[in-house]
């Protein structure tokens, strides 16, 4: 069957599709010129130096910010038109914000139940149920009822990853999730992280673990003065950078080998 | 950096946005104006409207009660502006006293408390009343004893004590860490309020702090009910007279432009602090 099936995406279209964006604020440009493809089950991992654009690409894949040229494409359908709905697009993206982001006046049930009960429709028991199976999962069934500011920051990372994952996104955004962290917290969130990859979670996430990055990743993406300077396998980028500037950028991040 | 043309799709784009602005603006206009148009139809339209018209909105008897509103007007606005400067000082004052650690200051926290409960339970009129007549009568030596000092005190005393509520709301609203942070730094509790925490906590609170002075500015009507001849007084005066309400709506013209540029200029204020304090942050 050949013609009936023009409209639908291809098979092999991504699942994300950047084309070309730019992004300033104000006379800083910010992106410029980044094109990137998501295969469902791939993990990005976007490296580079503070400023230099990983947090403001996430931002404007989950719409939070215009861009100024380009185009997003999510399952082939241009996300970046002003006429399609930003809340349609936002409920299949889920987002973790470095800072964590949860709202402190809701219990870790309520924070996680929020959406899937006030945007996806779900009713309450299913909601609960759903995220207390998910609590559990990340080791957080003791802290269901408790509100945000009693747990530590590991484990409001982890309610905050559960937040996400608990509207069943098709892509995850995570920005530097454990850069707020201290470094034997950081531990138990990548290990949910891996876990969540091996399961075939589609993600893309900006981080400053290298080793996380070399182990865990689909694909690494070095960013430099916004733009994505070189793509590649782990193996690839870790151990031989094309470019001189991403090797210097790795000598100094990287503990020195050996 | 290259020089960076526009793609055609992003130039599409901008259309677009242009005319879904555009067409934003057209409904919001033709929504404003079928809503007003029917309100004042249905006004203008109704039975009574040329009795209301002739009571209440006559031109002859605003022009002719005028002067003496504005005169009048005068003294409110002289109360407002003694009152408010005195109403910040003794309601930051009141605040901190409340907020006081120290043990030697309880007599001082409980005498806080104890004001505030106290005078915001009791109706500004009745203290307008009560202080107006009844302080001059004591002969106190040392303080005026004029009807104006007098009622001027009731107004300081009774909203010192809802401002100073708004203040501590503010000062409890700062995070525990920020008192932390200047712990830290080795500055005494006074100076963490002094350089920390109330700078904080007064820009969080304007707004709120507005909303009781524009309520300060109509409540300066009350001297009226002790014989102060302010504007509402004249109005009344003109009123019992004549036989026309209009006097009472100049009157509301006057408080209104009075208190709409105060709003706006606390509004403008606050997008500055806010620009400046939380830019790019979302």
């Known amino acids: 069957m050949t013609g009936s099936g023009a409209d639908l995406p291809a ?65 082939g359908r241009e996300i970046s038109d002003p006429l399609v709905d930003q809340r349609e697009v936002r409920g299949r993206i889920g987002m973790v914000f470095q800072a964590y982001n949860l709202f402190p006046h809701l219990s870790v049930l309520d924070n996680c139940t929020l959406a899937p009960r006030r945007v996806h429709g779900l009713s309450r028991p299913e909601a609960e149920e759903r995220a207390r199976d998910l609590l559990a999962t990340f080791g957080l069934v003791d802290h269901v009822d408790k509100h945000p500011d009693r747990l530590s920051g590991g484990q409001q990372q982890r309610v905050a990853l559960v937040r996400a994952l608990c509207t069943r996104p098709d ?13 034997e917290l950081v531990g138990e969130v990548l290990t949910i992280v891996r876990d969540l990859a091996e399961r075939g979670t589609t993600m893309i996430l900006a981080t400053h673990e290298m080793s996380f990055a070399r182990e865990v990743a689909t694909s690494v993406c070095f960013l430099s003065e916004g733009r994505i300077l070189e793509q590649g396998p782990p193996a690839e980028i870790f151990s031989q950078p094309r470019e001189e500037r991403t090797r210097r950028f790795l000598r100094r991040v990287l503990p020195p080998s050996g | 950096m ?43 339209t109704s039975p009574g409207w040329p009795t209301v018209k002739a009571t209440f909105f006559s031109v002859e008897d605003a022009k002719a009660s005028f002067p003496a509103i504005r005169d009048g007007f005068w003294l409110n606005v002289k109360l407002f502006l003694l009152a408010e400067p005195l109403i910040l000082i003794l309601a930051l004052g009141l605040a901190l006293a409340r907020q006081a650690r120290a043990a030697w200051l309880t007599p ?74 200047a712990d830290a730094l080795g500055l005494s509790r006074a100076q963490a309020m002094r350089f920390v925490i109330v700078p904080q906590a007064v820009r969080r ?38 036989f026309n309400f209009t006097p009472y709506v100049v009157v509301s013209l006057f408080f209104v432009v009075l208190t709409v540029p105060m709003a706006r200029g606390t509004d403008y204020l606050q997008r500055r602090a806010m620009r400046r304090e939380r830019a790019g942050a979302r």
């Open chain 1, 11 to 75: 098979a092999g279209t991504p699942l994300l599709e950047v084309l070309d964006v730019r992004k300033s604020y104000g006379e800083r440009l910010v992106l410029d010129d980044v094109s990137l493809r998501v295969q469902p089950h791939d993990v990005i991992c976007l490296i580079g130096s503070s400023g230099s654009g990983k947090s403001t690409l996430l931002r404007c894949l989950d719409l939070l910010e215009e861009i100024d040229d380009g185009v997003i494409r999510l399952d």
């Open chain 1, 171 to 183: 892509l995850l955004l995570l920005d530097e999730i454990t850069a707020a962290l201290d470094p």
């Open chain 2, 2 to 44: 290259s020089a960076w043309t526009p793609s055609p799709r992003e130039l599409e784009r901008r259309a677009l946005r242009r005319r879904l602005r555009l067409r934003s603006i057209a409904i919001a206009t033709a929504a404003s104006l079928a809503f007003f148009v029917a309100v004042g139809a249905a006004l203008v």
């Open chain 2, 108 to 181: 001082l926290r409980v005498l806080a408390v104890a004001y505030i409960d106290f005078f915001r339970g009791v109706p500004t009129i009745l203290l307008v009343l009560l202080l107006a007549f009844g302080m001059p009568a004591l002969g106190l030596q040392g303080v005026p004893n004029g009807l104006f000092f007098w009622a001027l005190m009731a107004l300081v005393i009774s909203y010192s004590a809802y401002v100073a509520e708004v203040f501590r709301a503010g000062i409890e609203s700062i995070h525990p860490s920020q008192l932390a942070s």
């Open chain 2, 205 to 242: 609170v304007v707004p709120p702090l507005l909303n009781d002075f524009i309520s300060l500015t109509k409540d300066t009507a009350l001297v009226s009910s002790v014989a102060l001849f302010d504007a509402v007084f004249s109005a009344r005066d003109y009123t019992a007279y004549n």
